[in-house]
């Protein structure tokens, strides 16, 4: 498979919903929520595949830079210190990930198992021809999370029926994610 053709893929696919996606293995790029590819990866030891390795880790994974949307959108009323488990974080969390699998899109292609043995090499390939900004979640250094859509997130909250209480919960989380960042 040659790298300009699976970048022209990634690119030109409809992107799909985080929990259409299938249990299949290759490369896929990440979506935010405005349709910017951000990332570009692949399920290399997933068992899976683009549906473990996105709508489960990247998703719901930790805070880390390692799972790539949780880390993305840990701002605001979304966010949570890593290993917090208090009420508020964790509800905090849970309003991360309904919003990512919302919002959020992916994009992938298939590789034969009988290919397998290069996916870390096409993804490298890829990745070094990708335009700017389409790796921008892929640093060796960590990123940094993407301001709260508010708007968006409102919807939301309205959507989810998110009550007085949790609103509230949710208003600590962001006070508390701009005492840290301070």
Same mark, same amino acid.
């Given at each position: 498979m *040659?790298?300009?053709e699976?970048?022209k893929?990634?690119?030109?696919q409809?992107?799909?919903?985080?929990?259409a996606?299938?249990?299949?293995?290759?490369?896929?790029?990440l979506h935010?929520?405005?349709?910017n590819i951000?990332?570009?990866?692949?399920? *290399?030891?997933d *068992?899976y595949?683009?549906?473990?390795?996105?709508?489960?880790r990247?998703?719901s994974?930790s805070?880390?830079r390692s799972?790539?949307?949780s880390h993305a959108?840990?701002?605001?009323?979304m966010?949570r210190?890593?290993?917090?488990n208090?009420?508020?974080a964790q509800?905090?969390k849970h309003?991360?990930t309904a919003f990512?699998?919302?919002?959020?899109r992916?994009t992938?292609?298939?590789?034969?198992?009988s290919l397998?043995?290069?996916?870390?090499?096409?993804e490298?390939a890829?990745?070094?021809?990708?335009?700017?900004g389409?790796?921008a979640w892929g640093s *060796?250094?960590?990123?940094?999370?993407l301001?709260?859509?508010h708007?968006?997130?409102?919807a939301?909250?309205?959507?989810l029926?998110?009550?007085?209480a949790?609103?509230a919960a949710v208003e600590?989380q962001?006070s508390?994610?701009l005492?840290?960042a301070?």
């Open positions: *040659k790298a300009s699976v970048l893929q990634l690119i030109s409809e992107p799909s919903c985080l929990d996606l299938p249990r299949d293995h290759g490369i896929y790029s935010d929520h405005e349709g951000r990332y570009i990866g692949i399920t *290399k030891g *068992k595949g683009f549906y473990g390795r996105i709508y489960s990247h998703v994974g805070e880390g799972h790539k949307f959108y840990n701002t605001g009323r966010w210190e890593k290993r917090d208090s009420s508020d509800l905090a309003l991360r990512v699998r919302r919002y959020c992916a992938y292609v298939q590789v034969p198992s397998w043995h290069n996916l870390s090499q096409l490298t890829v990745q070094a021809i990708a335009p700017d389409m790796f *060796k250094r960590a990123f940094n999370p301001p709260e859509p708007f968006l997130l409102d939301l909250l309205d959507d029926q998110f009550t007085a949790q609103r600590r962001a508390l994610s005492i840290r301070s």
